[in-house]
Nanobody, 115 residues
């Protein structure tokens, strides 16, 4: 069974940066198109950034120019560099495959940005 473990969240001031990490096990990570998702209280989980195996990236408008997704296949790890954080970035952040059938969701990592 595929497992994901997110980390790197925390409390930040507006304008600061955080780097999230996601370690994936139980699958051939190199073959997986990946995404970072976030969920605010009372709202649906949404995709904020994706990285395809060929290197193509996509960002939601909310993170364009501020968020950067990357991966280290040697470490089975996905990253999300979040710069110039805003209060509206406050959410729980998750990683998962882009495939329609999702892996079991991890606990996520809480990002709280104070303005």
């Amino acid at each position: 069974q595929v497992q994901v473990e997110e980390s790197g969240g925390g409390l930040a001031q507006a304008g600061e940066s955080l780097r999230l990490s996601c370690v994936v096990s139980g699958t051939i990570f190199t073959n997986a198109a990946m995404g970072w998702y976030r969920q605010e209280p009372g709202k649906q989980r949404e995709l904020v950034a994706s990285l395809r195996t060929g290197g193509g990236t996509w960002y939601a408008d909310s993170g364009k120019g501020r968020f950067f997704i990357s991966r280290d296949n040697s470490k089975n790890t996905l990253y999300l560099q979040m710069n110039r954080l805003k209060a509206e970035d406050t959410a729980v952040y998750y990683c998962n495959t882009l495939a329609p059938t999702k892996w079991l969701w991890g606990q996520g990592t809480q990002v709280t940005v104070s303005s």
